[in-house]
Nanobody
Framework: QVQLVESGGGLVQAGGSLRLSCAAS????????MAWFRQAPGKERDFVAG????????YYADSVKGRFTISRDNAKNTVYLQMNSLKPEDTAVYYC?????????????????WGQGTQVTVSS
């Protein structure tokens, strides 16, 4: 089992920044890949960014490239999502996910473990 706890969401003006955190606990081999997804009201849950726990390789959705950065801290078992130049269309509930596969999938159905989600609201 893997437990994921997100934090760091909130309300920010367009152009601002937020950093989300995802603290992971439980079986290490079940979280070879970690990712952030987001879900806006009335929309599907979309891939935002992913990271391989072993070597830190990162992957991003086109919509956030150059603005968001995913990283991990091995000592703290924590994954971060630094979000800069935020736009109103980034408003969503952001979820942390974990999977045992070696490369982070970009589809939510592939993930075994999820956090509870944290709300990010970007005002114009």
């Amino acid at each position: 089992q893997v437990q994921l706890v997100e934090s760091g969401g909130g309300l920010v003006q367009a152009g601002g920044s937020l950093r989300l955190s995802c603290a992971a606990s439980g079986r290490t081999l079940s979280r070879n890949s970690m990712a952030w997804f987001r879900q806006a009201p009335g929309k599907e849950r979309d891939f935002v960014a992913g990271i391989r726990w072993s070597d830190g390789s990162t992957y991003y959705a086109d919509s956030v490239k150059g603005r968001f950065t995913i990283s991990r801290d091995n000592a703290k078992n924590t994954v971060y999502l630094q979000m800069n130049s935020l736009k109103p269309e980034d408003t969503a509930v952001y979820y942390c996910a974990a999977d045992r596969t070696l490369y982070p999938p970009a589809i939510d159905s592939a993930y075994d473990y999820w956090g509870q989600g944290t709300q990010v609201t970007v005002s114009s």
